[in-house]
T-cell receptor
Framework: AQTVTQSQPEMSVQEAETVTLSCTYDTSESDYYLFWYKQPPSRQMILVIRQEAYKQQNATENRFSVNFQKAAKSFSLKISDSQLGDAAMYFC????????????FGKGTKLSVKP | DAGVTQSPTHLIKTRGQQVTLRCSPKSGHDTVSWYQQALGQGPQFIFQYYEEEERQRGNFPDRFSGHQFPNYSSELNVNALLLGDSALYLCASNPGQGTQYFGPGTRLLVL
C-alpha cells in the first residue's frame, strides 16, 4: 500500500526568508501524482502545487516550488519570500495515476511565520 | 464560479444518533470524495462517488454510507455515532481525472 511520510511536525521561518518542507512516499506504481495542500486555521484545504510523476521538470507556482526526486521518492516544497499568510498546516498527498484514485495524505507539517 | 460547498459548518450529536452531511461540488465536477480528518492528523479517505455510484471505498465501517444525486451533489450518512467519529469531514470534487478541490468542511462533535 502507498504511504506518505512528513517527518517535520513543525517548522518555523522568518518573514521574507525561504523554508523547505519535506515529504517522502512509498509506491510501486510508475504513474502517479503528488500534491501539496495548505490548511489554514479556517480549515479549508487549498491546493498549493501539483506534480505529475512522468514530468521531470519540477512544478512551480509563484513563490512555491517543489524538488521532485523520483528515484528517492522524495517530494519537498520550497516556499520563497515567506509571508505571514503562509502560516498553516501543509499536507503532502499522493494519488495513483490512470484512475479516479483517492488521495493519501501525510500527517502534515505546521508552518509558523515570524514577523 | 462557486467552489465546493458543505453544510452544516458545525454539528453536535450524541452517541448512537445518526447524522447527514451535505456537499455540493464545484461547477463542472462530476466526482465527489469524502474524507475524515481527526484532530492533528491528515485526512483519511472514506469513499468516492461517480455517476451516483460508490466507486471506491476506504477502510471505514458500514455505518458510513453515502449518496450522490443526479446534480452531482452528495451526502455522507453516519449511523450509530461513536465518540471516535468526532472529526472534520471534508468533501472534495474533481472533473474526470483532474485535481481534487476541497470544501470548507463540517466539524462534527459527538458527545
Amino acid at each position: 500500500a502507498q504511504t506518505v511520510t512528513q517527518s517535520q511536525p513543525e517548522m518555523s521561518v522568518q518573514e521574507a526568508e525561504t523554508v523547505t518542507l519535506s515529504c517522502t512516499y512509498d509506491t510501486s506504481e510508475s504513474d502517479y501524482y503528488l500534491f501539496w495542500y495548505k490548511q489554514p486555521p479556517s480549515r479549508q484545504m487549498i491546493l498549493v502545487i501539483r506534480q505529475e510523476a512522468y514530468k521531470q521538470q519540477n512544478a512551480t507556482e509563484n513563490r512555491f516550488s517543489v524538488n521532485f526526486q523520483k528515484a528517492a521518492k522524495s517530494f519537498s516544497l520550497k516556499i520563497s519570500d515567506s509571508q505571514l499568510g503562509d502560516a498553516a498546516m501543509y499536507f503532502c498527498a499522493y494519488k495513483d495515476g490512470g484512475s479516479q484514485g483517492n488521495l493519501i495524505f501525510g500527517k502534515g507539517t505546521k508552518l509558523s511565520v515570524k514577523p | 464560479d462557486a467552489g465546493v460547498t458543505q453544510s452544516p459548518t458545525h454539528l453536535i450529536k450524541t452517541r448512537g444518533q445518526q447524522v447527514t452531511l451535505r456537499c455540493s461540488p464545484k461547477s463542472g465536477h462530476d466526482t465527489v470524495s469524502w474524507y475524515q480528518q481527526a484532530l492533528g492528523q491528515g485526512p483519511q479517505f472514506i469513499f468516492q462517488y461517480y455517476e451516483e455510484e460508490e466507486r471506491q471505498r476506504g477502510n471505514f465501517p458500514d455505518r458510513f454510507s453515502g449518496h450522490q444525486f443526479p446534480n452531482y451533489s452528495s451526502e455522507l450518512n453516519v449511523n450509530a455515532l461513536l465518540l471516535g467519529d468526532s472529526a472534520l469531514y471534508l468533501c472534495a470534487s474533481n472533473p474526470g481525472q483532474g485535481t481534487q478541490y476541497f470544501g470548507p468542511g463540517t466539524r462534527l462533535l459527538v458527545l
